[in-house]
């Protein structure tokens, strides 16, 4: 096992690194931009060294900076949590030539799935379903219009290296798509620097459910069940949930078969996720990879009881599969998630600022990840994401009412969070029946605008 970890990482999720390897006996090694200074994952961790300015193309992107800390300490390993340089197959590749180990999959497998176009072909090589659409990418308005001719309206268009719901539009027509693959295109460049696209054909109403994996580095692959993630804004993930409703334990075997036998034929290791859209007739299509822990991964966690971020580290390692996961995986009542953001709940718009009060709920089959407390600043430079609230119970009502006693339990005084829109989301009749997909949250607010006409 690893005598020291460097997180390439903050907030949250770089104190979840933390206690995993301090449960472990691993010395950790936190890195911090001078906006961090005060955080807790700085205060933590055995070690802390400042590596730039607050920006995080200057600090926590800066590879070059990550390197040196990392040989400064002496460490044995970087976890990069998710995010910043999770994905950066350059960085991997960085890490492998200064002799230190990824807790990941190596920079080739990363790269390949990270591009979205050559990840879908290598599914469908191995048998995994995916959504009709173009055979790589477009090279022109009149090549996109001929692929539409031949999938059918509506299609879409994605980034070749996008995510977060950037460089992606929805075309119903010919018409738009000359004006929409100039924008998608130009959104993508911006994005990601890359403004290659691709397309599939649209599915109008489908519900985002993702499968989690660990595979070891001897060849051994193990899908842990699904996760629900359909309750979004904008592509952002809000509310995430296990198991699935719509998901039967003939289909999770099933998905867990395939998967086993596609990702083993690419060489995957470490922890990862499938993501899949499921049509309106429950059938399921692959849409991407995620090569790093999720946000979302203590929902698996809760109804799995496997740690996943000691899988990472003790996979990293070099252990087997069969010593660190128990078969079969039994998935045990229900777990939900809820992204607290600090964000204007009915604009959306960032809330940074002094915390001046911060009270977290707990109580049975409750959970906070947060690296926030009170008198703490948050900064208005990284992702808005400050606490994760989960709950579990025996099944999805006692896990929902847990939730909203916790949502109510919660208390963040000094700055804006998306609190109050999670209760509101809670007391919701459709959410609560299970009938939601990835337009949920259109309809919701619809919904509310026409009961605020009705009242005034």
């Not at 086993?260 to 499938?274: F, H, I, M, P, R």
């Not at 090569?291 to 971020?309: A, F, K, S, Y």
Request: proline share 5%; glycine share 8%; net charge neutral.
């Amino acid at each position: 096992m690893f005598r020291k970890v460097l997180i390439a990482n903050r907030g949250e999720i770089a104190l979840r690194v933390i206690n995993a390897c301090k449960e472990m006996g691993i010395r950790t090694v936190a890195i911090y931009s001078e906006a961090d200074r005060h955080s807790l994952h700085v205060r933590f961790a055995d070690e802390a060294i400042c590596i730039g300015p607050p920006r995080s193309a200057e600090s926590y992107l800066n590879v070059p900076a990550v390197i040196s800390a990392a040989e400064i300490a002496d460490v044995d390993a970087i976890h990069p949590g998710y995010g910043l340089l999770s994905e950066n197959a350059n960085f991997a590749e960085v890490c492998r030539a200064s002799n230190i180990k990824f807790i990941g999959p190596p920079p080739e497998v990363t790269r390949l799935m990270g591009e979205k176009e050559k990840a879908r072909q290598a599914m469908k090589k191995a048998k995994v379903p995916i959504l009709p659409g173009s055979d790589g990418i477009i090279a022109s308005e009149d090549e996109a219009l001929e692929w539409a001719k031949s999938v059918g309206y509506p299609v879409i268009l994605k980034a070749k290296a996008g995510g977060g719901g950037r460089g992606m539009r929805v075309i119903r027509s010919a018409a738009e798509l000359p004006a929409l693959y100039q924008a998608a295109s130009t959104e993508a460049a911006n994005a990601f620097g890359n403004g290659e696209l691709y397309m599939e054909k649209f599915i109008e109403r489908p519900r985002h459910i993702e499968f989690q994996v660990l595979a070891d580095e001897h060849g051994n692959v193990m899908s842990l069940g699904e996760r629900e993630c359909s309750i979004q804004r904008r592509h952002q993930k809000l509310i995430e949930e296990a198991p699935s409703l719509q998901v039967t334990p003939k289909m999770r075997e099933e998905i867990g078969k395939t998967l086993k036998k596609s990702l083993e034929a690419v060489g995957y290791q470490n922890a990862g996720t499938v993501e899949f859209l499921m049509d309106e007739d429950g059938k399921l299509y692959f849409i991407e990879m995620n090569t790093r822990i999720q946000v979302e991964h203590p929902v698996t966690e809760m109804v799995t009881g496997i740690d996943l971020v000691k899988a990472q580290l003790r996979i990293a390692s070099g252990e087997k599969l069969s010593s660190i996961v128990p078969e079969p995986v039994v998935i045990r009542g229900h777990a939900i998630e809820c992204r607290i953001n600090a964000e204007h709940p009915e604009k959306f718009t960032p809330s940074a600022g002094k915390i001046t009060a911060f009270n977290v709920p707990g109580g049975n089959g409750v959970r906070v990840d947060t690296a926030q407390y009170a008198e703490g600043v948050v900064p208005p430079y990284y992702d808005s994401l400050i606490a994760k609230l989960i709950t579990h119970g025996k099944d999805r009502e006692e896990a929902m009412n847990r939730m909203q006693r916790a949502l109510e339990m919660f208390v963040v005084q000094g700055i804006h969070t998306t609190i109050p829109l999670h209760q509101r989301i809670f007391a919701d009749e459709e959410f609560r029946k299970g009938e939601f997909d990835t337009k949920f949250m259109e309809r919701f607010f619809e919904r509310e605008k026409e009961r605020k006409a009705v009242k005034d």
